[in-house]
């Protein structure tokens, strides 16, 4: 299984960015996908994660400011980031059925 993500970068405080991550091999019926962010010094903590069924939970720092969702025909997760914080700043990582990693993409939110 190959996890691909993509969408990160430098923004701006307020700003927005969207993150993909597109599932590819063998798997199916993928049931959690979740994004995870891991800033320098820190553990990595869970953003916000989406069941098969569409079930959400988002850690309450980013709640009201991202969207998680999702497409099973794709097997893909995308998480909308909006109005950026300098604190979101961190390497988003995607995560599928708990196993699963893909490989990080670094998220720069300046003031």
């Known amino acids: 299984v190959q996890l691909v993500e993509s969408g990160g970068g430098l923004v701006q405080s307020g700003g927005s960015l969207r993150l993909s991550c597109a599932a590819s091999?063998?798997?199916?019926?993928?049931?959690?996908m979740g994004w995870y962010r891991q800033a320098p010094g820190k553990q990595r903590d869970l953003v916000a994660s989406?069941?098969?069924?569409?079930?959400?939970i988002y850690t309450d720092s980013v709640k009201g400011r991202f969207t998680i969702s999702r497409d099973n025909a794709k097997n893909t997760v995308y998480l909308q980031m909006n109005s950026l914080k300098p604190e979101d700043t961190a390497v988003y990582y995607c995560?599928?059925?708990?196993?699963?990693w893909g490989q990080g993409t670094q998220v720069t939110v300046f003031s």
């Open positions: 989406i069941t098969r069924g569409g079930t959400t």
């Open positions: 091999g063998t798997i199916f019926n993928i049931w959690n």
């Open positions: 995560n599928v059925d708990v196993a699963y």
